[in-house]
Nanobody, 120 residues
Framework: QVQLVESGGGLVQPGGSLRLSCAAS????????MGWYRQAPGKQRQLVAV???????NYADSMKGRFTIARDNAKNTVYLQMSNLKPEDTAVYYC??????????????WGQGTQVTVSS
């Protein structure tokens, strides 16, 4: 069984920073692309950023320059450093990863989500 567990969400003032973490655990053979998505109330889930196993990154335009995605392959963990946060960044942030388990094909997994609220 593979799990993605997020942490690091919370309440922050506009202009502040937060760092999200997501650790993959279980019977893991390899972890391919990892990423972050977010979903605000009444809106569709949208891409925030993705990072390949080799470290190549891709960001949604509105996050470029404010958010940084990184990963630690030894820990099967992906991070999202968010700075200069705005009220419109308020959302549930979800971790996503393509993971190959031992004896199984690669599957896509989601974390349970962590709430980020930007408010004064």
């Amino acid at each position: 069984q593979v799990q993605l567990v997020e942490s690091g969400g919370g309440l922050v003032q506009p202009g502040g920073s937060l760092r999200l973490s997501c650790a993959a655990s279980g019977s893991i053979f390899s972890v391919n692309a990892m990423g972050w998505y977010r979903q605000a109330p009444g809106k569709q889930r949208q891409l925030v950023a993705v990072i390949s196993s080799g470290g190549s990154t891709n960001y949604a335009d509105s996050m470029k320059g404010r958010f940084t995605i990184a990963r630690d392959n030894a820990k099967n963990t992906v991070y999202l450093q968010m700075s200069n946060l705005k009220p419109e960044d308020t959302a549930v942030y979800y971790c996503n990863a393509d993971i190959k388990s031992y004896g199984r094909n690669t599957r896509n997994y989601w974390g349970q989500g962590t709430q980020v609220t930007v408010s004064s």
